[in-house]
């Protein structure tokens, strides 16, 4: 059961040699695949597939089949926590997520519990361990969660938002209550990601989708200090790697580098040089290349994939980068160019190794 | 004419010792004030607010009959650059701006050109003529236009965007065409900056909003060097001071410090002192309270304004920092808490500048 036919990633993550740069994509199981879709259809609809283990299963193995990609992550959805939490979590048409019963007074966050991974989160440990089956050690795959600070955005929001006003005037009128349902988020995220090692999870992901709205400052208390907390918590149990990714957090690298994580995810808008410069041999960095290249031809595919591992530059040990994009597959993305990008990712990688002259400097 | 009983801004600007750290607004005329929603109502929509003279002039200086701001801006538009390009601009209620007409092929990018700032968009150097009058030299009259990139995203897409697919498919796949695009729009930008200057304008904003979607190397590429083409068409002429404020372009401080402009606004996720590490004495910085800040009670609302201006630190020279939002204020601030936050501003400058200690350390 331990023994993986391509740990790439992993060492990556390690900071080990590698002998090329691995690469998995955010969403990488998602709308842009035919197979995807017609799993949905029978599925009935978006949550009926993140909770039923099977489906779950079937769609998270789908790129792996197309894409010599050297990592999966379990298909599910980011606000599994606060549907548990008895929220009533829901997908309105065309408007993405949404709850029945927003967080927004002191009665509301009194009666937040952290809910238990094998109660009504069971189906997600159910996946876990159907997926880590069906890989039967083809390669790792990742668990993950949302931090609590993104969380927290969607239970006072009630759904998504342009301006953050719900929780922002919470923060600044009511601080000790954004503090509590910040507190309460971090317990339920540690023993969430507990539960999904404990199932078979090779690695974890935290997603803080929403860290990048918060003020310098605001972001290190509200969403970095529980991230740290959460990170503190899991690696006193598990040793498995972990990833934190901010998703507009290039202000805070340093910062994020010193909270107990192994890796870091960058979105596009860093340079990945001169991201690696100010993390040093700290973490390993993951990233970053724009979604919106792969709407491009294939020679551009290309080439936009030879800069970003240009811009990181040849790992001096052989490792340290695992290539992905800075946000979520686009559902629009032709699904050949995921091929071109990732025989580019790998070809390029055992390149860079070697220290011949990257294509792009010629 | 030129005598202004308060020039602080454009000595701030310009580096030079002030007695405080002067503040404006970024839409400080807006829906916030219940004065503008009535003279909006007057005019009948918001176009015909921006293309009225005499009712642009009057919401101008709305803001400035309540609080103690030390400049005034043109009440204007973003995209009337596209809208006298015929576009067909429109406001969908609810939706934000459209066009009737996006710009998407070889065809539309062939015909687009520099409108005549004296010809189509006369309304506007009008209501610059008409505004500095009314001014009497209370405060400056900051002129503005969006960057030729954040122009060009509307008028690719046209409209607002969440993943901004089209413009970047043209990026990705037809450089050549977006770069025809940007080149008209500099031209226009340029030509339309130096026609409010010429009609009154004591300072200019280029207002970079949609920069920070880009990725680093196209982020120079696409936006930073179409405006460094406008400020160096412009400095050959005027010598009035300019800001440059890239949204979400925290990444690039030190590159947007070398465009030739004299001032960079930064937004909430840049840490002021360390903003002012990076830039050095090349440019003032203006910025950078969150405008949520602005929904919590007055005590909050001034302690944030202090920390803000504490991490600027007490000017060496009594100068180089404006204080505004780092986004435009929202129509759901409470009125009073913007007096509150203009005399908290202008207290605790004079306070840094005497070397006092801050009543965020006491």
């Known amino acids: 059961m331990n023994t993986l036919a391509n740990d790439t990633f992993l060492r990556a993550l ?40 099977e489906l779950a299963c079937e769609v998270t193995l789908q790129p792996l089949e197309r894409y010599p990609l050297d990592a999966a992550i379990l298909f599910s959805d980011i606000l599994t926590i606060p549907d548990a939490m008895g929220l009533g979590l829901y997908f309105a048409e ?40 069906a890989l039967a050690g083809r390669v790792p795959l990742i668990g993950f969660s949302g931090s609590p600070w993104t969380l927290a955005c969607y239970m006072v929001e009630g759904g998504a938002s342009d301006d953050f006003r719900e929780i922002k005037t919470m923060l600044y009128r009511r601080p000790d209550l954004l503090t ?14 507990d539960a999904q090692i404990e199932a078979g999870a090779q690695a974890l992901m935290i997603f803080d989708s929403w860290g990048g709205v918060l003020a310098d400052g605001a972001y290190q208390r509200f969403s970095l200090e529980p991230m740290r907390r959460v990170i503190a918590s899991l690696k006193r149990r598990v040793d498995e790697p972990l990833i934190v990714f901010t998703k507009g957090g290039g202000a805070w690298l340093e910062e994020m580098a010193g909270i107990g994580c192994d890796a870091i995810g960058v979105d596009w808008t860093v340079n990945l040089g001169r991201a690696r410069a100010r993390v040093g041999d700290r973490v390993a960095l993951q990233g970053n290349l724009d979604p919106m290249a792969l709407m491009a031809g294939p020679e551009q595919v290309r080439a936009e994939a030879i800069r970003v591992l240009d811009d990181f530059g040849a790992p001096a040990d052989g490792a340290g980068h695992v290539f992905n994009l800075g946000h979520g597959i686009s559902q629009f993305t032709p699904p050949d160019n995921v091929a071109v990008l990732a025989e580019t990712v790998h070809a390029h990688g055992r390149r860079l190794r070697k220290g011949g002259a990257s294509a792009s400097s010629l």
């Open 180 to 193: 509590r349902i910040l507190d309460v988020n971090a317990d339920a995220v540690a023993a969430y990601l």
């Open 14 to 53: 390690r900071r080990e040699p590698t002998e090329y740069t691995p690469i998995w994509l955010m969403r990488q199981a998602g709308r842009y695949l035919p197979e995807y879709n017609a799993t949905r259809r029978r599925a009935g609809n978006f949550l009926a597939l993140c909770k039923t283990p």
């Open 94 to 133: 065309g408007e993405g997520p949404k709850f029945e019963r927003p967080v927004r007074d002191e009665a509301a966050v009194k009666q937040l519990a952290v809910p238990d991974p094998s109660g009504e989160l069971r189906y997600v440990t159910d996946a876990v361990r159907t997926i880590r089956g």
